[in-house]
């Protein structure tokens, strides 16, 4: 379900490599709960599914609040662009810090701002996506 992989002193890598939905969402959301550090350190919520859910996005509104709570940086990165299209559909791109790379949701963590695409309609949304700038 998840693996943790340390990013650095200050940060805490989770890979999450199953679709979330009702079945399992209990189970991932204690395992994270249980890996997430607390007390300044910064989290990347790796999704490796091209598959975002409902229940993913609840799951993940809610570690960003205990997140919050604990004192520590929550961010997502979401390698496939379906998955972080489900995010910027919703609006919740910019609230759940999400990047398309694990380095680039990191970025975000420290304060670094993702650029928003320009208004070309020939320009495909998710080109620039995971790219943030400090």
Known sequence: MTSPERGG????????HDVIDLCNESAVEHDLRLLMPGGGMSVVIDIRTPLVTVSAVNL???????????GTTLA?????????RVFRITGLS???????????????????????PDA???RRPDRNEGAPSC
């Open 60 to 70: 993940l509104l809610r570690l960003g609040r205990t997140a919050q709570a604990r």
């Open 76 to 84: 997502v990165s979401a390698h496939h662009p379906s998955a972080r």
């Open 9 to 16: 002193p200050h940060l805490t890598v989770l890979e999450l």
């Open 94 to 116: 910019r609230a759940l810090r999400v990047a398309a790379t694990p380095s680039g949701a990191a970025a975000l963590t420290r304060g670094c701002a993702i650029p928003v």
């Open 120 to 122: 070309d309609p020939a």
